[in-house]
């Protein structure tokens, strides 16, 4: 936690009066940093429903081959608006009624995936910070021998493993509605890059990552 002063690691080898102050200290700078993350991400799930939701390679999962890279990375700038409106290149394409339906409900599974993903991230970042709020004898004791890191992956693996799967369980029907706009909005076709692959991987891909940690 780059908010926890080096020093206070080495003050706290002191005599215990003076780690009283540093652990003082400590608990200062962990609440400032659990305000920030909440602020941070408070912010980031308000632009969600806000701004524009760019596509393009915003939805690869999975591991992913120099070309397929190469083609998303010089696709031109698309975009679904709050409104329902498709931009590419900033320039709005035709629709009518039932395909801006479309459009809308793509956005919100997208959007949907994403706030899985920032309560995923922020509840990492709890956990990382709790499991930094032990004594100082714990926290020096655990940072020499590995055990604070090692306390911290098991709780970051149990508690977030669950909410990155319900995004692996969210693709099939992302990917149907992606395929059935891009069938639908021709201008859509290049964004349409989630595939069977991806969806079928997910889960084992996560189990593999988390595994590996």
Request: proline share 3%; hydrophobic share 45%.
């Amino acid at each position: 936690m780059n908010r926890i002063r080096i020093a206070a690691l080495f003050i706290a080898l002191s005599p215990l009066a003076a780690q009283a102050g540093v652990r003082a200290d400590v608990d200062n700078d962990l609440d400032q940093a659990r305000r920030e993350v909440r602020t941070e991400l408070a912010q980031e799930r308000a632009k969600l429903d806000k701004e524009n939701l760019s596509l393009g390679d915003g939805l690869q999962f999975g591991k992913e081959d120099r070309h397929e890279a190469a083609k998303h990375k010089d696709l031109p700038r698309g975009e679904i608006t709050p409104q329902g409106d498709l931009l590419v290149e900033g320039k709005a394409v035709a629709v009518d009624a039932a395909q801006r339906r479309q459009l809308l409900d793509y956005r919100a599974q997208v959007i949907g995936i994403a706030r899985i993903g920032i309560d995923a991230g922020e509840q990492a970042a709890m956990l990382a910070i709790d499991a930094t709020n032990v004594s100082l004898f714990r926290l020096i004791v655990g940072g020499m021998t590995g055990s604070l890191e090692r306390r911290v992956e098991a709780s970051v693996k149990q508690n977030i493993q669950p909410m990155v799967l319900q995004i692996c369980r969210s693709l099939p029907r992302l990917r149907d509605s992606q395929q059935a706009l891009a069938a639908s909005v021709p201008e859509f076709r290049p964004y349409a890059t989630l595939d069977a692959n991806d969806v079928a991987d997910c889960e084992r891909d996560v189990g593999n990552e988390l595994a590996a940690n």
